[in-house]
């Protein structure tokens, strides 16, 4: 199981992706306090799908371009949660689901498992990525 995070704009979404489809999706409007909304909002799909954070193998998270602070508190969140549990987190440029990019996400998490050299699968926390318009 992939848990995936998009917190680039007004409109956040937490997704969990399975055998290269989406099990389930939930989407909201961001009002204040987006932290715990992310937060919480894990928290209730987990216990909705009857899944504990243990089965996550991965998280994929947006990583920009986006509003300052909502991209920093995806990736603040996508990165504790791959350091805590172990597992590889990616980003992903780009503001909207895209399911070849998370397929190839996917590919490369299989890959990496099969051919780890030792337990510590946490390596490459996600940056942000920046646009600047003029």
Do not use: H
């Not at 680039?8 to 055998?19: D, E, T």
């Not at 799908?49 to 509003?67: D, E, F, H, M, Q």
């Amino acid at each position: 199981m992939i848990l995936i995070i998009n917190t680039n704009g007004i409109q956040n979404s937490i997704y969990l992706y399975k055998n290269k489809k989406i099990q389930y999706e939930k989407s909201w409007k961001v009002v204040t306090n987006n932290r715990k909304d992310v937060l919480k909002q894990i928290d209730i799909i987990l216990q909705i799908n009857k899944i504990s954070l243990t089965k996550i193998k991965a998280i994929i998270v947006y990583c920009g371009p986006g509003s300052l602070t909502s991209v920093r508190v995806g990736i603040c969140i996508a990165n504790t949660l791959a350091w805590t549990l172990n597992i590889p987190v990616f980003g992903i440029k780009g503001c909207k689901y895209n399911q070849n990019e998370i397929e190839l996400k996917e590919i490369k998490i299989i890959d990496e498992k099969n051919n780890k050299k030792n337990n510590y699968f946490f390596a490459n926390p996600v940056k942000q990525f920046y646009t600047t318009s003029l």
